[in-house]
Protein backbone atom coordinates (compact mmCIF):
# COMPACT_ATOMS: atom_id res chain seq x y z
CA UNK A 1 0.00 0.00 0.00
CA UNK A 2 2.59 2.26 0.90
CA UNK A 3 4.69 1.66 -2.01
CA UNK A 4 1.15 2.10 -4.56
CA UNK A 5 1.07 5.78 -2.89
CA UNK A 6 4.41 6.40 -2.86
CA UNK A 7 4.87 5.83 -6.64
CA UNK A 8 0.94 7.54 -7.10
CA UNK A 9 0.33 8.11 -10.63
CA UNK A 10 -0.30 12.10 -11.24
CA UNK A 11 -3.03 11.43 -13.21
CA UNK A 12 -4.98 10.05 -10.05
CA UNK A 13 -4.44 13.50 -8.04
CA UNK A 14 -5.67 15.07 -11.76
CA UNK A 15 -8.99 13.01 -11.80
CA UNK A 16 -9.33 13.60 -8.19
CA UNK A 17 -8.95 17.70 -8.77
CA UNK A 18 -11.27 17.50 -11.80
CA UNK A 19 -14.31 15.51 -9.52
CA UNK A 20 -13.47 18.31 -6.19
CA UNK A 21 -14.24 21.12 -9.11
CA UNK A 22 -16.74 19.81 -11.06
CA UNK A 23 -19.18 18.14 -8.57
CA UNK A 24 -19.75 20.90 -7.18
CA UNK A 25 -19.70 22.94 -9.52
CA UNK A 26 -22.90 20.70 -11.16
CA UNK A 27 -24.15 20.49 -7.68
CA UNK A 28 -24.79 24.15 -7.14
CA UNK A 29 -24.22 24.40 -3.41
CA UNK A 30 -23.35 27.94 -1.86
CA UNK A 31 -22.19 28.86 1.36
CA UNK A 32 -22.87 31.76 3.38
CA UNK A 33 -20.01 34.80 3.05
CA UNK A 34 -19.94 37.43 5.24
CA UNK A 35 -17.85 40.43 3.81
CA UNK A 36 -14.44 41.20 5.54
CA UNK A 37 -13.41 45.05 6.33
CA UNK A 38 -11.79 45.32 3.28
CA UNK A 39 -13.99 44.53 1.45
CA UNK A 40 -16.64 46.28 3.02
CA UNK A 41 -14.37 49.38 2.29
CA UNK A 42 -14.52 48.96 -1.11
CA UNK A 43 -18.57 48.26 -1.27
CA UNK A 44 -18.98 51.90 1.59
CA UNK A 45 -16.75 53.77 -0.96
CA UNK A 46 -19.03 53.18 -4.07
CA UNK A 47 -22.13 52.90 -1.97
CA UNK A 48 -21.47 56.11 -0.40
CA UNK A 49 -20.61 58.38 -3.14
CA UNK A 50 -23.57 60.70 -3.93
CA UNK A 51 -24.88 59.51 -7.08
CA UNK A 52 -23.86 60.38 -10.41
CA UNK A 53 -20.67 60.44 -9.33
CA UNK A 54 -17.42 59.97 -11.86
CA UNK A 55 -15.82 56.73 -11.64
CA UNK A 56 -12.90 55.11 -13.60
CA UNK A 57 -12.66 51.90 -13.84
CA UNK A 58 -9.36 50.20 -15.45
CA UNK A 59 -9.55 46.98 -16.89
CA UNK A 60 -6.03 45.46 -16.64
CA UNK A 61 -6.16 42.01 -16.99
CA UNK A 62 -6.77 39.84 -19.65
CA UNK A 63 -8.80 36.21 -19.79
CA UNK A 64 -6.31 34.13 -18.86
CA UNK A 65 -7.66 35.32 -14.76
CA UNK A 66 -11.32 36.15 -15.97
CA UNK A 67 -12.23 33.57 -14.26
CA UNK A 68 -10.92 35.00 -11.17
CA UNK A 69 -11.68 38.71 -11.95
CA UNK A 70 -15.09 38.94 -14.29
CA UNK A 71 -17.17 38.26 -11.41
CA UNK A 72 -15.52 41.25 -9.62
CA UNK A 73 -16.17 43.57 -12.35
CA UNK A 74 -19.71 42.61 -12.38
CA UNK A 75 -20.16 43.29 -9.35
CA UNK A 76 -18.64 46.30 -9.33
CA UNK A 77 -20.44 47.74 -12.32
CA UNK A 78 -23.83 46.39 -11.26
CA UNK A 79 -23.50 48.44 -8.07
CA UNK A 80 -21.83 51.70 -9.91
CA UNK A 81 -25.17 51.39 -12.18
CA UNK A 82 -27.63 51.09 -8.89
CA UNK A 83 -25.93 54.44 -7.96
CA UNK A 84 -25.83 55.54 -11.43
CA UNK A 85 -22.15 56.78 -11.16
CA UNK A 86 -20.83 58.20 -14.30
CA UNK A 87 -18.16 55.41 -15.42
CA UNK A 88 -15.44 55.73 -17.33
CA UNK A 89 -13.59 52.24 -18.49
CA UNK A 90 -10.08 51.69 -20.15
CA UNK A 91 -7.59 49.41 -19.92
CA UNK A 92 -3.53 49.77 -19.73
CA UNK A 93 -3.34 45.85 -21.48
CA UNK A 94 -4.20 44.88 -24.91
CA UNK A 95 -6.29 42.09 -24.33
CA UNK A 96 -8.75 44.04 -21.95
CA UNK A 97 -10.01 45.85 -24.28
CA UNK A 98 -12.70 43.33 -25.30
CA UNK A 99 -13.36 42.60 -22.00
CA UNK A 100 -14.53 46.11 -21.41
CA UNK A 101 -17.06 45.74 -24.59
CA UNK A 102 -18.50 42.44 -23.35
CA UNK A 103 -19.08 44.19 -19.80
CA UNK A 104 -20.61 47.31 -21.12
CA UNK A 105 -22.58 44.77 -23.48
CA UNK A 106 -23.79 42.57 -21.08
CA UNK A 107 -24.35 44.14 -17.81
CA UNK A 108 -25.09 48.14 -18.86
CA UNK A 109 -26.72 47.16 -22.12
CA UNK A 110 -28.85 43.89 -21.52
CA UNK A 111 -29.32 44.09 -17.32
CA UNK A 112 -30.05 47.66 -16.90
CA UNK A 113 -31.90 47.72 -20.20
CA UNK A 114 -34.76 49.36 -18.71
CA UNK A 115 -32.74 52.71 -17.00
CA UNK A 116 -31.46 53.15 -21.06
CA UNK A 117 -28.04 54.33 -19.84
CA UNK A 118 -26.70 56.12 -22.56
CA UNK A 119 -22.78 56.20 -23.85
CA UNK A 120 -21.40 59.16 -23.28
CA UNK A 121 -23.58 60.59 -21.13
CA UNK A 122 -23.77 57.50 -18.40
CA UNK A 123 -20.97 55.78 -19.62
CA UNK A 124 -18.06 55.99 -21.60
CA UNK A 125 -15.30 53.00 -23.16
CA UNK A 126 -12.01 55.32 -23.55
CA UNK A 127 -10.01 51.88 -24.88
CA UNK A 128 -6.62 51.00 -24.86
CA UNK A 129 -3.81 53.02 -23.80
CA UNK A 130 -0.31 51.33 -24.47
CA UNK A 131 1.74 53.93 -22.27
CA UNK A 132 1.68 51.73 -19.22
CA UNK A 133 2.69 53.61 -16.16
CA UNK A 134 3.36 56.91 -17.93
CA UNK A 135 0.16 56.77 -18.85
CA UNK A 136 -1.23 57.06 -15.71
CA UNK A 137 1.47 59.92 -14.88
CA UNK A 138 0.48 61.99 -17.60
CA UNK A 139 -3.09 61.65 -16.89
CA UNK A 140 -2.68 62.84 -13.40
CA UNK A 141 -2.03 66.13 -14.69
CA UNK A 142 -3.83 65.88 -18.41
CA UNK A 143 -6.21 63.30 -18.52
CA UNK A 144 -7.42 63.92 -22.75
CA UNK A 145 -3.49 64.12 -23.38
CA UNK A 146 -3.57 60.45 -23.08
CA UNK A 147 -6.82 59.74 -24.08
CA UNK A 148 -7.90 62.37 -26.40
CA UNK A 149 -10.67 60.53 -28.16
CA UNK A 150 -13.38 57.40 -26.74
CA UNK A 151 -12.59 53.99 -28.64
CA UNK A 152 -15.05 55.16 -30.93
CA UNK A 153 -12.24 58.05 -31.94
CA UNK A 154 -14.88 60.50 -31.05
CA UNK A 155 -13.14 63.58 -29.52
CA UNK A 156 -13.94 63.90 -25.50
CA UNK A 157 -14.81 67.53 -26.31
CA UNK A 158 -17.60 66.33 -28.55
CA UNK A 159 -21.12 67.35 -27.88
CA UNK A 160 -22.35 63.70 -27.62
CA UNK A 161 -19.77 62.66 -24.74
CA UNK A 162 -21.11 65.45 -21.65
CA UNK A 163 -20.33 63.05 -19.33
CA UNK A 164 -16.28 63.64 -20.79
CA UNK A 165 -16.23 67.68 -20.82
CA UNK A 166 -15.64 68.07 -17.18
CA UNK A 167 -12.39 65.86 -17.23
CA UNK A 168 -9.17 67.44 -16.94
CA UNK A 169 -7.00 65.72 -15.02
CA UNK A 170 -6.97 62.31 -12.86
CA UNK A 171 -8.22 63.92 -9.47
CA UNK A 172 -11.32 64.97 -11.38
CA UNK A 173 -12.27 61.26 -11.06
CA UNK A 174 -13.93 60.52 -7.63
CA UNK A 175 -13.20 57.22 -7.73
CA UNK A 176 -10.49 54.61 -9.45
CA UNK A 177 -11.47 50.92 -9.49
CA UNK A 178 -8.47 48.87 -10.82
CA UNK A 179 -9.36 45.47 -11.81
CA UNK A 180 -5.82 44.04 -12.16
CA UNK A 181 -3.63 41.13 -12.37
CA UNK A 182 -0.28 42.07 -12.80
CA UNK A 183 1.58 44.95 -14.27
CA UNK A 184 0.83 47.74 -15.13
CA UNK A 185 -2.01 47.39 -12.69
CA UNK A 186 -2.09 47.66 -8.69
CA UNK A 187 1.00 49.13 -7.65
CA UNK A 188 1.22 51.76 -10.39
CA UNK A 189 -2.28 53.01 -9.85
CA UNK A 190 -1.48 53.52 -6.17
CA UNK A 191 2.27 55.14 -6.72
CA UNK A 192 1.41 57.21 -9.62
CA UNK A 193 -2.60 58.25 -8.30
CA UNK A 194 -3.65 57.08 -5.12
CA UNK A 195 -0.45 58.35 -3.89
CA UNK A 196 0.27 61.50 -5.14
CA UNK A 197 -3.54 63.26 -6.17
CA UNK A 198 -5.24 61.11 -2.73
CA UNK A 199 -7.25 59.96 -5.12
CA UNK A 200 -9.70 56.93 -3.57
CA UNK A 201 -8.68 53.45 -5.10
CA UNK A 202 -10.52 50.53 -5.04
CA UNK A 203 -8.56 47.34 -6.39
CA UNK A 204 -10.00 44.13 -7.21
CA UNK A 205 -7.04 41.35 -7.25
CA UNK A 206 -6.24 37.69 -8.29
CA UNK A 207 -5.40 35.47 -5.34
CA UNK A 208 -1.35 35.97 -6.69
CA UNK A 209 -1.32 39.48 -6.75
CA UNK A 210 -3.48 40.23 -3.25
CA UNK A 211 -0.85 40.36 -0.63
CA UNK A 212 1.29 43.06 -2.50
CA UNK A 213 -2.00 45.05 -1.88
CA UNK A 214 -1.95 44.63 1.80
CA UNK A 215 0.55 47.30 2.59
CA UNK A 216 -1.49 50.07 1.04
CA UNK A 217 -4.42 49.25 2.96
CA UNK A 218 -5.87 51.56 4.23
CA UNK A 219 -4.15 54.81 3.24
CA UNK A 220 -3.46 54.42 -0.27
CA UNK A 221 -6.30 51.95 -0.84
CA UNK A 222 -9.70 52.31 0.25
CA UNK A 223 -10.62 48.86 -0.34
CA UNK A 224 -9.61 45.74 -1.72
CA UNK A 225 -11.47 42.70 -3.54
CA UNK A 226 -8.77 39.44 -3.29
CA UNK A 227 -9.64 36.98 -5.34
CA UNK A 228 -12.44 35.00 -6.22
CA UNK A 229 -13.51 35.15 -2.31
CA UNK A 230 -13.17 39.02 -2.28
CA UNK A 231 -16.02 39.25 -5.46
CA UNK A 232 -18.11 36.66 -3.01
CA UNK A 233 -18.02 38.88 -0.17
CA UNK A 234 -18.47 41.83 -2.41
CA UNK A 235 -21.65 39.62 -4.23
CA UNK A 236 -22.80 39.15 -0.41
CA UNK A 237 -22.69 42.84 0.71
CA UNK A 238 -24.74 43.48 -2.76
CA UNK A 239 -27.30 41.38 -1.70
CA UNK A 240 -27.57 42.73 1.69
CA UNK A 241 -28.20 45.99 0.96
CA UNK A 242 -30.16 44.96 -2.57
CA UNK A 243 -32.24 42.14 -1.85
CA UNK A 244 -32.68 41.53 -5.52
CA UNK A 245 -28.82 40.20 -6.01
CA UNK A 246 -29.26 37.37 -3.72
CA UNK A 247 -30.69 36.04 -6.53
CA UNK A 248 -27.70 32.84 -7.89
CA UNK A 249 -27.77 34.62 -11.27
CA UNK A 250 -26.20 37.67 -9.74
CA UNK A 251 -23.76 35.54 -7.74
CA UNK A 252 -20.81 34.07 -9.86
CA UNK A 253 -18.37 33.76 -7.38
CA UNK A 254 -20.70 33.07 -4.37
CA UNK A 255 -20.99 29.76 -6.71
CA UNK A 256 -17.20 29.38 -7.47
CA UNK A 257 -16.72 29.11 -3.59
CA UNK A 258 -18.02 25.89 -3.29
CA UNK A 259 -15.65 24.24 -5.93
CA UNK A 260 -12.88 26.60 -4.34
CA UNK A 261 -13.79 24.91 -1.08
CA UNK A 262 -13.53 21.25 -2.03
CA UNK A 263 -10.01 21.77 -3.92
CA UNK A 264 -8.71 23.48 -0.52
CA UNK A 265 -9.64 20.54 1.48
CA UNK A 266 -8.03 18.14 -1.77
CA UNK A 267 -4.54 20.24 -1.22
CA UNK A 268 -4.90 19.72 2.34
CA UNK A 269 -5.42 16.03 2.38
CA UNK A 270 -2.77 15.72 -0.25
CA UNK A 271 -0.32 17.46 1.86
CA UNK A 272 -1.08 15.25 5.23
CA UNK A 273 -1.19 11.95 2.79
CA UNK A 274 2.06 13.53 1.24
CA UNK A 275 3.49 13.54 4.90
CA UNK A 276 2.58 10.97 6.06
CA UNK A 277 4.23 8.75 3.87
CA UNK A 278 7.45 10.86 4.15
CA UNK A 279 6.94 9.91 7.63
CA UNK A 280 5.75 6.02 7.64
CA UNK A 281 9.18 5.67 5.17
CA UNK A 282 11.03 7.19 7.87
CA UNK A 283 9.81 4.71 10.02
CA UNK A 284 10.45 1.97 8.18
CA UNK A 285 14.01 3.35 7.68
CA UNK A 286 14.87 3.80 11.23
CA UNK A 287 13.85 -0.27 11.77
CA UNK A 288 15.73 -1.36 9.32
CA UNK B 1 27.94 57.52 -30.40
CA UNK B 2 26.30 54.66 -30.85
CA UNK B 3 25.92 54.55 -26.98
CA UNK B 4 26.30 58.35 -25.99
CA UNK B 5 23.11 59.29 -28.19
CA UNK B 6 20.66 56.76 -26.57
CA UNK B 7 21.86 57.58 -22.98
CA UNK B 8 21.86 61.11 -23.47
CA UNK B 9 18.08 60.57 -24.91
CA UNK B 10 17.34 58.16 -21.59
CA UNK B 11 18.97 60.99 -19.27
CA UNK B 12 17.63 64.03 -20.17
CA UNK B 13 13.77 62.22 -20.24
CA UNK B 14 14.67 60.78 -16.82
CA UNK B 15 15.48 64.23 -15.85
CA UNK B 16 12.48 65.97 -17.06
CA UNK B 17 10.12 63.35 -15.43
CA UNK B 18 12.00 64.15 -12.16
CA UNK B 19 12.04 67.57 -12.35
CA UNK B 20 8.36 67.77 -13.10
CA UNK B 21 7.45 65.97 -10.14
CA UNK B 22 8.78 68.99 -7.78
CA UNK B 23 8.53 72.10 -10.70
CA UNK B 24 4.96 72.29 -11.93
CA UNK B 25 6.26 74.84 -14.76
CA UNK B 26 8.30 71.64 -16.56
CA UNK B 27 4.97 69.41 -16.07
CA UNK B 28 4.32 69.89 -20.09
CA UNK B 29 7.49 68.43 -20.44
CA UNK B 30 6.95 65.85 -18.48
CA UNK B 31 3.68 65.42 -20.91
CA UNK B 32 5.67 66.03 -24.23
CA UNK B 33 7.70 62.96 -22.74
CA UNK B 34 4.56 60.68 -21.92
CA UNK B 35 3.38 61.05 -25.80
CA UNK B 36 6.75 59.89 -26.92
CA UNK B 37 6.82 57.00 -24.39
CA UNK B 38 3.29 55.70 -25.26
CA UNK B 39 4.33 56.29 -29.28
CA UNK B 40 7.74 54.19 -28.30
CA UNK B 41 5.68 51.45 -26.95
CA UNK B 42 3.49 51.12 -29.55
CA UNK B 43 6.35 50.97 -31.87
CA UNK B 44 7.73 48.09 -29.50
CA UNK B 45 4.79 45.92 -29.92
CA UNK B 46 5.57 46.07 -33.83
CA UNK B 47 9.10 45.14 -32.89
CA UNK B 48 8.29 42.51 -30.79
CA UNK B 49 6.16 41.08 -33.55
CA UNK B 50 8.92 41.21 -36.26
CA UNK B 51 11.36 39.87 -33.37
CA UNK B 52 8.84 36.70 -32.89
CA UNK B 53 8.51 36.11 -36.57
CA UNK B 54 12.14 36.09 -37.72
CA UNK B 55 12.86 33.79 -34.53
CA UNK B 56 10.40 31.34 -35.41
CA UNK B 57 11.19 31.45 -39.02
CA UNK B 58 14.51 31.13 -38.03
CA UNK B 59 14.18 27.49 -35.98
CA UNK B 60 11.96 25.70 -38.76
CA UNK B 61 14.06 27.02 -41.75
CA UNK B 62 17.06 25.14 -39.44
CA UNK B 63 14.65 22.08 -38.26
CA UNK B 64 15.64 22.93 -34.98
CA UNK B 65 13.96 20.34 -31.61
CA UNK B 66 10.32 21.30 -31.43
CA UNK B 67 9.87 23.29 -34.92
CA UNK B 68 6.75 22.55 -35.37
CA UNK B 69 5.42 24.36 -31.84
CA UNK B 70 6.98 27.28 -33.93
CA UNK B 71 5.12 26.57 -37.33
CA UNK B 72 1.69 26.95 -35.28
CA UNK B 73 2.94 29.93 -33.66
CA UNK B 74 3.63 31.67 -37.01
CA UNK B 75 0.38 30.44 -38.48
CA UNK B 76 -1.25 31.73 -35.26
CA UNK B 77 0.60 35.21 -35.01
CA UNK B 78 -0.20 36.20 -38.67
CA UNK B 79 -3.79 34.31 -39.36
CA UNK B 80 -4.61 36.99 -36.77
CA UNK B 81 -2.24 39.92 -37.95
CA UNK B 82 -3.98 39.40 -41.20
CA UNK B 83 -7.94 38.88 -40.38
CA UNK B 84 -7.37 41.76 -37.89
CA UNK B 85 -5.24 44.38 -40.57
CA UNK B 86 -7.83 43.50 -43.88
CA UNK B 87 -10.94 43.55 -41.01
CA UNK B 88 -11.94 39.89 -41.67
CA UNK B 89 -15.91 39.77 -41.30
CA UNK B 90 -16.33 43.55 -40.58
CA UNK B 91 -19.39 45.38 -41.84
CA UNK B 92 -18.56 48.54 -42.96
CA UNK B 93 -20.12 52.00 -41.41
CA UNK B 94 -19.70 53.56 -44.43
CA UNK B 95 -20.48 51.68 -47.71
CA UNK B 96 -18.45 54.06 -49.95
CA UNK B 97 -15.25 53.13 -47.33
CA UNK B 98 -14.93 49.26 -47.40
CA UNK B 99 -12.60 49.20 -44.44
CA UNK B 100 -14.38 52.04 -42.22
CA UNK B 101 -15.73 49.60 -39.54
CA UNK B 102 -14.60 48.56 -36.31
CA UNK B 103 -11.22 45.92 -36.33
CA UNK B 104 -13.03 44.01 -33.54
CA UNK B 105 -16.76 44.21 -34.18
CA UNK B 106 -18.94 41.54 -32.72
CA UNK B 107 -18.77 38.81 -35.29
CA UNK B 108 -15.87 39.59 -37.41
CA UNK B 109 -12.82 37.02 -37.62
CA UNK B 110 -11.14 39.22 -34.86
CA UNK B 111 -13.70 39.09 -32.51
CA UNK B 112 -14.30 35.75 -33.74
CA UNK B 113 -10.70 34.47 -33.05
CA UNK B 114 -10.57 36.56 -29.29
CA UNK B 115 -13.76 34.97 -27.91
CA UNK B 116 -13.47 31.25 -29.25
CA UNK B 117 -9.50 30.68 -29.70
CA UNK B 118 -7.64 33.08 -26.99
CA UNK B 119 -10.26 33.65 -24.72
CA UNK B 120 -10.91 29.19 -23.76
CA UNK B 121 -7.25 28.58 -24.55
CA UNK B 122 -5.72 31.12 -22.19
CA UNK B 123 -8.05 30.29 -19.18
CA UNK B 124 -7.75 26.52 -19.65
CA UNK B 125 -3.73 26.97 -19.17
CA UNK B 126 -4.00 29.31 -16.15
CA UNK B 127 -6.88 26.72 -14.54
CA UNK B 128 -4.22 24.10 -15.23
CA UNK B 129 -2.30 25.68 -12.30
CA UNK B 130 -4.61 23.49 -9.86
CA UNK B 131 -3.75 20.06 -11.26
CA UNK B 132 -0.24 21.48 -10.69
CA UNK B 133 -0.47 22.71 -7.37
CA UNK B 134 -1.97 19.66 -6.08
CA UNK B 135 0.38 17.20 -7.63
CA UNK B 136 3.73 19.46 -6.10
CA UNK B 137 1.82 19.48 -2.80
CA UNK B 138 1.49 15.92 -2.72
CA UNK B 139 4.90 15.17 -3.69
CA UNK B 140 7.29 18.29 -2.51
CA UNK B 141 4.85 19.76 0.68
CA UNK B 142 7.48 18.28 3.42
CA UNK B 143 7.64 18.89 7.15
CA UNK B 144 11.31 17.87 7.39
CA UNK B 145 12.29 21.20 9.47
CA UNK B 146 11.03 23.78 11.60
CA UNK B 147 10.91 26.50 8.54
CA UNK B 148 8.84 23.74 6.68
CA UNK B 149 6.73 23.25 9.58
CA UNK B 150 5.41 26.64 9.64
CA UNK B 151 5.04 27.47 6.27
CA UNK B 152 3.20 24.34 6.13
CA UNK B 153 0.81 25.56 9.12
CA UNK B 154 0.32 29.00 7.80
CA UNK B 155 -1.09 27.43 4.56
CA UNK B 156 -3.53 25.22 6.11
CA UNK B 157 -4.47 28.65 7.99
CA UNK B 158 -4.80 30.61 4.70
CA UNK B 159 -6.23 27.64 2.81
CA UNK B 160 -8.99 26.71 5.39
CA UNK B 161 -9.85 30.57 5.94
CA UNK B 162 -10.32 31.64 2.63
CA UNK B 163 -13.29 28.86 2.77
CA UNK B 164 -16.24 28.19 4.10
CA UNK B 165 -14.76 25.07 5.80
CA UNK B 166 -12.66 27.40 8.20
CA UNK B 167 -15.72 30.03 9.54
CA UNK B 168 -17.98 26.50 9.64
CA UNK B 169 -15.12 24.70 11.77
CA UNK B 170 -14.20 27.48 14.23
CA UNK B 171 -18.11 28.42 14.57
CA UNK B 172 -18.45 27.34 18.42
CA UNK B 173 -15.95 30.46 18.91
CA UNK B 174 -17.45 33.11 20.56
CA UNK B 175 -17.07 36.57 18.84
CA UNK B 176 -14.93 38.11 21.58
CA UNK B 177 -12.36 35.75 20.39
CA UNK B 178 -13.03 35.66 16.23
CA UNK B 179 -9.01 36.59 15.74
CA UNK B 180 -8.87 32.57 17.14
CA UNK B 181 -10.99 31.55 14.26
CA UNK B 182 -9.66 30.20 11.03
CA UNK B 183 -10.65 33.78 8.92
CA UNK B 184 -9.47 35.61 12.06
CA UNK B 185 -6.06 34.27 11.76
CA UNK B 186 -5.92 34.51 8.29
CA UNK B 187 -6.66 38.46 8.61
CA UNK B 188 -3.72 38.46 10.73
CA UNK B 189 -1.54 36.66 8.41
CA UNK B 190 -2.66 38.34 5.98
CA UNK B 191 -2.77 41.98 7.52
CA UNK B 192 0.83 41.74 10.25
CA UNK B 193 2.93 39.05 9.13
CA UNK B 194 2.38 39.36 5.29
CA UNK B 195 1.80 43.35 5.11
CA UNK B 196 5.58 43.46 7.29
CA UNK B 197 7.69 41.14 5.30
CA UNK B 198 5.81 42.93 2.02
CA UNK B 199 6.82 46.38 2.77
CA UNK B 200 10.36 44.92 3.90
CA UNK B 201 10.63 43.77 0.14
CA UNK B 202 9.14 47.01 -1.57
CA UNK B 203 11.98 49.45 0.29
CA UNK B 204 14.26 47.52 -0.34
CA UNK B 205 13.14 47.32 -3.78
CA UNK B 206 12.29 50.66 -4.27
CA UNK B 207 15.84 51.88 -2.87
CA UNK B 208 17.83 49.29 -5.30
CA UNK B 209 15.31 51.05 -8.40
CA UNK B 210 16.42 54.77 -6.91
CA UNK B 211 20.21 53.08 -7.20
CA UNK B 212 20.19 51.79 -10.33
CA UNK B 213 18.15 55.10 -12.11
CA UNK B 214 20.50 57.27 -11.04
CA UNK B 215 23.44 54.83 -12.31
CA UNK B 216 21.46 55.20 -15.90
CA UNK B 217 20.86 58.20 -15.38
CA UNK B 218 24.45 59.82 -15.07
CA UNK B 219 25.52 56.96 -17.80
CA UNK B 220 27.27 54.16 -15.31
CA UNK B 221 25.37 51.61 -16.36
CA UNK B 222 24.74 51.38 -19.62
CA UNK B 223 23.84 47.60 -20.22
CA UNK B 224 20.33 48.00 -21.36
CA UNK B 225 21.62 49.10 -24.48
CA UNK B 226 22.97 46.23 -25.23
CA UNK B 227 26.67 45.03 -25.98
CA UNK B 228 27.38 46.17 -29.50
Not at chain 1, 20 to 37: D, G, L, N, S, W
Not at chain 1, 63 to 90: D, W
Not at chain 1, 198 to 216: E, F, M, R
Not at chain 2, 167 to 177: G, I, M, N, Q, R
Amino acid sequence: MLDFLKNLDRRWIFLAMLLAVAIPVVMQKTFPEKPTKLVQDAFDAIENLPDESNVLFSFDYEPSTEGELAPMAKALIRHCCLKRHKMFFMTLWPGGLPLIEQNIEDIISKEYEEEHFARGKDYLNLGYNAGREVAIIVMGTNFKRMFPTDNDKIPLDDPTLPMAHDIDRLDDMDLIVDISAGYPGMKEWVQYAASPYGIKLVIASTAVQAPQAYPYYPNQLTGVLAAIKGAAEYEAALGEKYPKYRDPAFNDAIRRMAPQLWAHLLIIGLILLGNGIYFAERIKGTRR
Amino acid sequence: MKSNIPWLIAAVTGCTMIVAWFVPVAKDWRDEAGTWYEILAAIAFVLGGANLFTQHLQKISARRAGWGYSAVTLVAFVGTLVVGLLKVGVIPDDPNYPWSGYHQEEGSALWWLFYYVYNPLTAAMFALLAFYVASAAFRAFRVKNAEATLLLSTAFIVLLGRTYAGAWLTSPVPDEYSALTFPGLTAIILGVFNTAGQRAIMIGIALGVAATSLKVLLGVDRSYLGSD
